[in-house]
């Protein structure tokens, strides 16, 4: 790591507000505590490998843009861990301590599995250096079972028993690799699980192997003593037309039924949240309430385009909703905020990756600053527990103590004159907001 | 029932295709037989009481448009007898065998609980004389928990205790009718249990007193006797910016959190599913697959608006891939093809009820038969079950069995050469797909 | 107006960003001079007497909820006449210095044509002495055709001649009510001008319709002198499947194709904006560069489902863009910022009215001293007009100038070596934005 | 072409709708007359070089899939002489009487733009042969000024004026060797004409630039010779946030605005009306009503995914509708419809190929037997004449003759007691639909 790729760029400091430089920090302050934690203690940022480092702006429409001298496209270990320097200098200028990746990522993938594996092998003895050298840690991995063609038609939930079969090898090794970097958890998203049409579709026959598939990974994580997070990650439509990780309701549902729901949460991101219509605070919300609340990509769409633009996150509303979810939830034990998120296409210098992630770090520093404030303040809070006051006495009480019946309900019921529940205020609510974010 | 309503209308025959007709099913031929059943048991029609017989036609733009000779408006049970008259002259004219109904459609709500519930007892009465004398049956009765102002911020989730319990009280008299009346089912559609905004909302609390709310409901089942299967209808938004019951999967996430699957199966519509983004052999497709479909509501939207506009279903492939799920699955034991749908506003005549009907019912005729022939002929299924053949033998069969683990696979993976499963085919499946619908 | 409607508040007062009094400005300041002009003046707000005063809040699920006391129900111009007296008081306490209403939102609708008529004229003389009370004017007058059940299929796209009739002399009458309040614009929003399916629909003869009875207005009005602005307001779907004016664009090319450009600007409303799946300020630019843009509906939607939820604005993002476009070509003529929004139905109580129209009011003067400060400060600007300087000089100017032909640019394009535009900087731009809104 | 490449399939027959041979026309019979054309005369259909020879299924989340033995993937002349041949293969076993181009589908795009111009000129010399030998027609060609990076940020809408020049250099050289090739047609997409933010575009300067684009061409047009018709694609949205030819409105409205309509006609594409949530026969009635209705791009997407699927159309009832426009116009003049539509992603054989364009061709000649028995019979197109009937004769008479006034109208109004338009009877007609299609 003696040689610097992003020449002409110092470590970005926290200059404060005022500043005029555009390559520092006005907001996020990574020791400035707030509460009881340090901001990088709280937000816990993360690197997403393969849109900073791997990604080249291609899109369908035409072919990559960025420029990435690091990178020499060639696929060897030399040149991975020549990315590998680089994505580390990038992650100390940005003070981001934490990195996620695909297999895939890091190291190429060669002619067959085991060739693909030594080359996996030997960058992660490059990274494991790169991560004592630095102290950053590797927040999760992931296999890549979605890029190669083989995978066209699902992995875990592939037509092709030798198909699956390869999935399940790829994934043993990158739990091998993450378990060996000391990473923090490991994360499944569904990639092609899902189809394009019923025609020629056995869901339920799908759906089961998926279900024996985590299941072998629970099993192999035990066994290789990997205590590590499983972390499974929504998205409703694409690639597939249909996928079956749609929401975080339909993960739930589908890790209830397998009984796979006490190894596993959820990690939240949200763009896939938009495009399956919920809010990201609603997903989160309804992780969180299932304790099953694990990690965040921290991206944004455009709610007015139909895919997955993984937008770099400015919006500070957004980001204060969500930290007031984490908040809410006592932030983070083994996750943090991923920016899976990458640059648009007519940004293609280097500095454009530093402006991004300096943005996207800055909005959550502040969205953390307000959310803090207003739970602090409580005012909110106060706001709705008196909303459902009801609810702790009398009759109300009958039914959060789960005693009320519809007789005991009805005899309630029945001796009621005219009854309104008071006014939602959900115009003075925002205001309330404002007062905040502003 | 003396008085005729539908008045120049005679009661609907078959006619075939042939006709010129226009109040004649082309179709749609109640005894006849497709494969062992007949048409009119496959298919169980059901009048949606409130569409049919109260819907007005106003919408957010202007008021009611529609012809409803029958209903002078008022909040009486002598008016509400008439509405009963003619929704039954209207079913037996068009063959229906079933029909559902909201309490406050058959019957008034009026100054207070009493008094409403004496009113739905009262034309109770005179429902249970107008089965008799027709053989018509109730397919679901429900409680309306949505348009009374109480209910504006949810009943089972509203935040006022009093609220809440006048829902109970509305539903335990809603199920004592519609045990009284035969009825073979029993409906939650969550009107307005979901939020405008977390702002005000505590999501686990809403959640949690719901689900109360249904093990009230099962208990009280149990209590009267009542053998009817209990649905819940899955609906994203609308007319909340959030519905918590917003698709099969979260309706089913639901259910097995609060460990009330065995109780409830899912009442699916075909609007609401694509409201979700999901095709609704989607949703039909993942409510069998958890063994709990139970009935559907028939109509269709328009995917390029937003909202839920509850059209008559009138395209034959949708028809053909919704009854293809029902064969799959054994066809209906409870439940049946409920027609939530409303004329156009601009087809304010009675006449145009009887047009919108026909058409249902024709299409989904045809629709029968096209998927009968498509199940009898196999090749689409043959197609599929090879799709997944290398899951029948060898190292697949190890998956099947829950046998293989990652180590095994590994090593079946570590021997094999290039591996892509076979084309998939999409475009040749909808050309047969073709041949069977044309 | 003696008698107080609101009562228990105040007028509303500029208390600053530190006040907790929930009743208060903290950002608009009337008198407050940013740049040239008063906020009150940049800004024109209005107050839409339909949702303020006359909207009950139902919705499709259920019936209103909205507390007006002042309001009895009546079709009466007393009853009439009482509710401009809250309306007046309602806009006394705020500040707004405008307000916009359709025919029936003001006088009721009564058996025939000539009743209906006389009830508006003797409204509008009361409205008239309101107005000099108080110095409120009229932004913008317009008749509702759309509301009553003969409108059902459209008005000046009516199937029927005579509808067409009674929507002109509607429209005459509402015009000439107008004129008498000096009221600075008509606007025509296209109700129900549009179509639910093409089977019954001639399009041609429609539009063609259409645009008669525009020209019709536009000679009604030289005839009476009425020299204020008309308006079309563009809005995609809703209540028809499909309305002829559904963006921007279309109509412009509407008023083109039928030469009434130079009589008609737009009056843009942002969630018809985002129905149509644009930002709100691209149909601002877009009108604005056509030098049409006359006037705005204040509102904002939900992204995520899919109607017209006309909500307040409260985003500071959203009023930001906004004003900047505003600013951008030199502030309102003679239109302003409508609030074609309504409360939540939740939210019922008088007080709710206020707490909407504060934080809207709060918010676009928020967005109006940031969208200054962004135009004073140049740095936005300066990058774009840098952008396209190639433009301004050597084959770039033969452009600009119209001089350029294929041949001269293949002459210089074939002496190019590799080219690239300077990267888009998308994300620098959008921290950059951030520092002016936090 | 001497050698075969698509080996192991003969020309396409037609063997009627019995046939059980997948590798059979049921409908289409390209010689077969439909009122007083033939079925190839009538539908014209054309091969899209860029998907059916070029595409190699890659997509966001992975590699081509696609087999094409034909392509060595070099970017050598000889290798697209071979294309040529395979392609031209192709067409001739389907009987496809047309093919479209870009220019850097046929020919490479080598270093500088000579040397791309001489390998287009080489292979266009090549494609000439194939015509002759073959009789296909080339229906359009165009140049594709969004794949290389330069064109990142627009190509006529590009903020840099060198990469304007050679856009406009490219689009020279492409009108030539489509003019040599007797082209019917070029075709004008606007790729990347658009923008991802407002923050750093001109759209003023933009969408100027684009016009004098458009004038250059018409210029340059008549200098050449070229007959061939100028048509313009509209896009909403993707790859750019907002494009700015959205629909067939906002390119109209471009085209009066620039003095341009004269010279341009319409491309109509299924998935990009849908995209702007129109229906495609909306945007195709809209272009009619114009006078501005060229030709088709033929395929449909899935209206519940956000993003252009392209997929093979095979809905007969979107094929009937589709064709009805077009007869109704009196058919193609210039244009066809052209297949611009891909196999799905795991469809990789060259057999599907096959599979998806027979589809669509049956499906489109199925539309058009149904269509054209719509027109004979009469009796949908007699509905909405006897709709509008009331404006043939009396008061609506002087609508339609531009003869009457606001003053005339409400004369006209004042006597008339309560008005309804007769039932839209949607349902009904949906139901005749119903019976011509199935």
Same mark, same amino acid.
């Given at each position: ?144 079972? /979605?890029?190669?063609?083989? @995978? ?6 592939? $037509? +092709?028993?030798?198909? #699956?079969?390869?999935? !399940? *090898? ?55 003593? /990997?205590?590590?997070?499983? @972390? ?6 694409? $690639? +597939?037309?249909?996928? #079956?990780?749609?929401? !975080? *309701? ?189």
């Amino acid at each position: 790591m003696n040689q610097e790729y992003f020449t002409g760029i110092k470590t970005i400091a926290y200059e404060g507000p005022k500043t005029r430089n555009r390559l520092a920090f006005r907001h996020y302050n990574a020791e400035e505590v707030v509460g009881k934690k340090k901001m990088k203690d709280h937000l816990r940022f993360s690197m997403a490998y393969w849109h900073a480092m791997k990604n080249t702006s291609s899109d369908p429409f035409g072919g990559g843009t960025r420029q990435r001298p690091w990178d020499d496209g060639s696929s060897t270990v030399e040149n991975a861990r020549r990315v590998a320097d680089a994505g580390f200098e990038f992650m100390q200028k940005l003070g981001l301590g934490f990195y996620c990746f695909h297999d895939r990522d890091v190291a190429p993938e060669l002619g067959d599995l085991q060739a693909s594996n030594d080359a996996l092998d030997a960058v992660a003895d490059h990274l494991r250096k790169l991560q004592r050298q630095t102290g950053i840690k590797l927040l999760w991995g992931t296999a890549c079972l /979605f890029a190669h063609p083989r @995978y066209m038609q699902g992995a875990a939930t592939s $037509p +092709s028993a030798d198909v #699956y079969a390869i999935a !399940a *090898a790829q994934v043993k090794h990158a739990m091998d690799v993450t378990h060996r970097l000391g990473g923090l958890g490991y994360t499944f998203w569904g990639g092609r699980e899902g189809y394009a049409t019923l025609l020629n579709t056995d869901m339920k026959r799908e759906t089961g192997n998926l279900a024996h598939f985590l299941h072998m990974a629970v099993e192999y994580k035990k066994k290789i003593g /990997f205590k590590g997070q499983f @972390y499974i990650e929504p998205k409703p439509r694409e $690639p +597939s037309t249909h996928q #079956y990780d749609s929401d !975080a *309701a339909a993960c739930l549902n589908f890790l209830r039924e397998h009984d796979l729901l006490e190894h596993f949460k959820l990690n939240i991101e949200t763009n896939h949240a938009t495009l399956a219509l919920h809010r990201v605070e609603h997903e989160l919300a309804v992780a969180a309430g299932a304790g099953a609340l694990g990690s965040i990509d921290a991206n944004t769409g455009d709610e007015l385009v139909g895919w997955d633009t993984d937008q770099f996150p400015t919006n500070v509303y957004m980001a204060t909703q969500m930290t007031l979810q984490l908040l809410k939830m006592g932030g983070f034990k083994t996750g943090g905020l991923n920016f899976d998120a990458k640059v648009r296409r007519e940004s293609y210098e280097p500095v454009d990756l530093f402006h991004a992630h300096i943005g996207g770090m800055d909005t959550f520093a502040r969205g953390l600053k307000i959310a803090h404030r207003i739970i602090e303040d409580g005012e909110l809070d106060r706001f709705v527990k008196t909303r459902y006051a009801s609810f702790d006495n009398g009759i109300g009480k009958t039914v959060t103590t789960g005693k009320a019946t519809f007789e005991s309900l009805e005899k309630h019921a029945l001796k009621l004159g005219p009854v309104l529940p008071a006014s939602g205020r959900q115009e003075m609510l925002e205001n309330l907001l404002n007062d905040y974010v502003l």
